[in-house]
């Protein structure tokens, strides 16, 4: 069964560093989306994205994130300038039409 | 700002009996409505969509829908421990984003 997947499955950065989230969906999907979860704490929509861009962007993707389609393939989140409050999973979804299926996450610790 | 509203539980509940879980949310206008399933430290599984007022059934679970009450709700039948997770209620706004609950801990005791 196809699955959406994402690395790495944990990152640590320092506090002002960039890092950079890889996610590669279902392959006949076209419509890609970033959540995160801080623990504890609900899933938290970031942006979605169709057609080479931006639908939606939550008050949280703010200039600090962006996100690009390198290819056919993969669908990447940066955070430049990270900070603390950025520590968090962030999970990649895709979809065809409106059932949205999430990889696995990334761990992103920032120190 | 559109809310998804959930009991936190937990909800405790013996094995092969009934859980219900429920979920109401603000905005008149939504469509479309999701449940997902989040074991501990893992992302969320999609285990029901509903569209339409009324029930829906997929093996063992049923997800209800009232659009005039604005309410969702999710039912297990013959619960396994397996079940025991967290359970996630999504409601699908603009751009197809999704705006989820804080999610109801279930517990399947054996």
């Known amino acids: 069964e196809p699955e959406v997947t994402q690395t790495p499955s944990h990152q640590v950065t320092q506090m002002g560093q960039e890092v950079i989230l890889r996610c590669v969906p279902i392959?006949?999907?076209?419509?890609f989306y970033w959540y995160r979860q801080i623990l504890g704490q609900k899933v938290e929509f970031l942006v979605s994205?169709?057609?080479?861009?931006?639908?939606?962007k939550s008050e949280i993707f703010d200039d600090q994130f962006s996100v690009e389609r390198p290819d056919g393939s993969n669908f990447t989140l940066k955070i430049r300038s990270t900070k603390l409050e950025d520590s968090a999973m962030y999970f990649c979804a895709s979809s065809e039409g409106l059932e949205q299926y999430f990889g696995p996450g990334t761990r992103l610790t920032v120190t | 700002q559109k809310e998804v509203e959930q009991n936190s539980g937990p909800l405790s509940v013996p094995e092969g009996a009934i859980a219900s879980l429920n979920c109401t949310y603000s905005d008149r206008g939504s469509q479309s409505f999701f449940w997902y399933r989040q074991y501990s430290g893992k992302s969320p599984e999609l285990i029901m969509s509903i569209y339409s007022n009324g029930d829906k059934e997929d093996g063992r679970f049923t997800a209800q829908l009232n659009k005039a009450s604005q309410y969702v709700s999710l039912l297990i039948r013959d619960s396994q421990p397996s079940d025991s997770a967290t359970y996630l209620c999504?409601?699908?706004?603009?751009?197809?984003?999704?705006?989820f609950g804080k999610g109801t801990l279930l517990t399947v005791n054996p």
């Open positions: 994205f169709y057609n080479n861009e931006i639908s939606e």
């Open positions: 392959s006949n999907h076209l419509y």
């Open positions: 999504a409601v699908l706004g603009s751009n197809y984003k999704l705006t």
